[in-house]
């Protein structure tokens, strides 16, 4: 079998592979042809050229249409092979055409408001809740944009000739609500739909299959899976890619290849990763919903190892209480992380805002990790108490407990 032949042979093979099968090799088919096993890092800012007329012709072809140059790399600032790599596998593990990595989440979203925005299309229809930054950058109109929050039924009636964009995540942080993507994209038309994809990933759901044209994650959560690299992503069709690769090259957004290197190792274990803290998180969901110190149990339907409830009690107390449980910001990693939304990741949304879109201020959002469901229950049954103890007691306490999950 020729070079052709063989390439041709394995690119029908990758197509037909499971999605565990990509988390594992994706990003990383060429790796055997060149002797190695384990991906390179390519730490290079700059690279060596002896054609500077040829290195002229590449940069032009992609001030015109974004596409990665052919041929050894530039600069740094316009690529890297490491974080190429990364790429590669987001965009298989999400059915799209490309993907684009930042150094943030929120870099990944800056960067597709100044695309849409760059072509005269600055309003944004979006729906809450989402992550408190984000919100804000929309609110705000930090990037020049403009939005008009919606419910999911009001989004095709909101609408305008400028809309550039629909925003909205699904399951939301921190309320987990869901949303029908595919129907939601149906009422966008011609509007492209981002899904914030972050707290399902590919593993539990795929949006561009259900419509969305722009797929984003904070690669620091799940993504990543072990709380020690920075990231964003937008996985979606080549030319928004294009044009997603200029902004990152003008406004420097871009992701250090070593954080590349552990995205793409934390993609290989993603979905044993998702399944086995999703299954705790199912456990303790349940009996959070069971717990008269609980007033209400938030958990998606379509699973996930994210869970949020509200308590009787104090939920600051709950913070204080936990010992093995860390109280911190951020979700997603390998260990169980828990904290109050309304004083920290949304406490830079309009508290009148906040609490309408359901963020309350009794609401626990909790990252469940991979430890023994069994200790994991000893710590917040230990910390469910604190509360009930401290405010159960009070005017606004003990109440009757939760009949069943509610979504």
Not at 58 to 76: C, K
Not at 139 to 153: H, I, N, Q, R, Y
């Amino acid at each position: 079998m020729d070079a052709l032949s063989r390439d041709a042979y394995d690119d029908t093979r990758t197509m037909s592979r499971a999605l565990a099968t990509e988390a594992v090799h994706a990003g990383r088919d060429d790796l055997a042809r060149q002797g190695l096993h384990a991906p390179p890092i390519d730490l290079s800012t700059t690279y060596p050229s002896y054609d500077s007329r040829g290195e002229a012709a590449r940069i032009d072809a992609f001030a015109t249409t974004g596409a990665e140059p052919d041929g050894p790399p530039v600069y740094g600032r316009l690529g890297n092979p490491t974080v190429a790599r990364f790429e590669t596998a987001l965009a298989r593990l999400e059915g799209t055409e490309a993907a684009v990595a930042f150094a943030s989440g929120m870099a990944a979203l800056s960067a597709v408001l100044l695309v849409r925005g760059s072509m005269g299309l600055r309003h944004v229809v979006a729906v809450r809740p989402l992550y408190g930054c984000s919100d804000h950058l929309l609110t705000a109109g930090l990037l020049g944009s403009e939005v008009t929050w919606t419910d999911p039924a009001g989004i095709a009636e909101a609408l305008r000739p400028d809309t550039g964009l629909v925003m909205v995540e699904s399951p939301a942080n921190p309320t987990l609500a869901e949303l029908d993507l595919r129907a939601l994209a149906h009422a966008c038309g011609s509007v492209p739909l981002l899904a914030d994809n972050t707290f399902a990933t590919p593993v539990l759901q795929r949006p561009a299959e259900q419509g969305a044209r722009l797929v984003l994650h904070s690669a620091t959560k799940y993504l990543g899976g072990h709380g020690d690299v920075m990231a964003g992503v937008v996985a979606c069709d080549e030319e928004f890619a294009g044009r997603l690769r200029q902004v990152r090259f003008a406004t420097g957004g871009v992701l250090h290849p070593l954080a590349g290197y552990l995205l793409l190792r934390g993609l290989s274990t993603l979905p044993v990763r998702v399944r086995a803290a999703s299954a705790n998180a199912a456990e303790l969901a349940g009996r959070l919903a069971a717990d008269p110190r609980v007033a209400r149990v938030h958990y998606p339907r379509i699973g996930g190892a994210m869970i949020a409830f509200e308590v009787h009690g104090d939920p600051h107390e709950v913070i204080a209480g936990v010992r093995l449980i860390t109280p911190a910001v951020s979700l997603g990693s390998v260990d169980t992380l828990i904290q109050h939304p309304a004083s920290i990741s949304h406490r830079i949304v309009d508290a009148d805002d906040r609490r309408g879109a359901g963020v309350s201020d009794r609401l626990l959002r909790m990252s469940v990790g991979l430890e023994d469901v069994e200790d994991l229950w000893a710590d917040l049954d230990a910390a469910l108490e604190r509360a009930h103890t401290g405010a159960g007691n009070s005017a606004t306490g003990y109440q009757q407990p939760a009949a069943a999950l509610r979504p």
